[in-house]
């Protein structure tokens, strides 16, 4: 089964650093962008960060830009989202997705999402 | 990267047909060939339902259709069941090589 699982997610205080993994299953990762997407509480979805097949491209939503670090081992079929300086704002359920044709956004499958709660 | 406008709600009788719309730039939508739209559930993970404009994957009832005019895309969902009530949305390549979201419409079924 094609699948992807996220984890990591939890509570940080401002200020504060989570790294979430995106582990893929059922594919070869290496052949794909890999995006991530969040969804703060009853709001839309937000692109957040993409990163290439190799790992030589990544690109970022303004918002998150110079916080937000995208990387991948595909040794290990895992993505990673390093969130550094996190803040109120970035609390959200935080989505893996593969992207079915480089970056044109046709998200499939997706992850189950993890929870990432900013607040002292 | 500003976000795609969508309508915030829309609404249809069983059986009815109802259209969302999509409108972004030259940027964007009208510039590109991807446009996906998202079907999610309360509590739910987005499903995809329309990729590339109008290609629907395997699974996804022939109910749902998208198209293409300019910088606007709409997705149109055809014989309304009780089960498509929820967030829709779509998104596009955009720029270099990122994406946008549009802000979602609830489809509610009457």
């Known amino acids: 089964e094609v699948q992807l699982v996220e984890s990591g997610g939890g509570l940080v205080q401002p200020g504060g650093s989570l790294r979430l993994s995106c582990a893929a299953s059922?594919?070869?990762?290496?052949?794909?962008?890999i995006h991530w997407v969040r969804q703060a509480p009853g709001k839309g979805l937000e692109w957040v960060a993409n990163i290439n097949e190799d790992g030589s491209q990544k690109y970022y939503v303004d918002s998150v830009r110079g916080r937000f670090t995208t990387s991948r081992d595909n040794a290990k079929n895992s993505m990673y989202l390093q969130m550094n300086s996190l803040r109120g704002e970035d609390t959200a359920v935080y989505y893996c997705?593969?992207?079915?044709?480089?970056?044109?956004?046709?998200?499939?499958?997706w992850g189950q999402g993890t929870l990432v709660t900013v607040s002292s | 990267q500003s976000a795609l406008t969508q309508p915030p709600s829309a609404s249809g009788f069983p059986g009815q047909s109802v259209t969302i719309s999509c409108t972004g730039t030259s940027n964007d939508v009208g510039g590109s060939n991807y446009v996906s739209w998202y079907q999610q559930h309360p509590g739910k993970t987005p499903k995809l339902m329309i990729y590339e404009v109008s290609k629907r994957p395997s699974g996804v009832p022939d109910r749902f259709s998208g198209s293409k005019s300019g910088s606007t895309a709409s997705l149109t969902v055809s014989g309304l069941q009780a089960e498509d009530e929820a967030d829709y949305y779509c998104n596009s390549h955009a720029g270099r090589d990122y994406v946008v979201f549009g802000g979602g419409t609830k489809l509610t079924v009457l």
């Open positions: 997705a593969r992207d079915n044709f480089g970056t044109s956004g046709w998200f499939d499958p």
């Open positions: 059922g594919f070869t990762s290496s052949r794909y962008w």
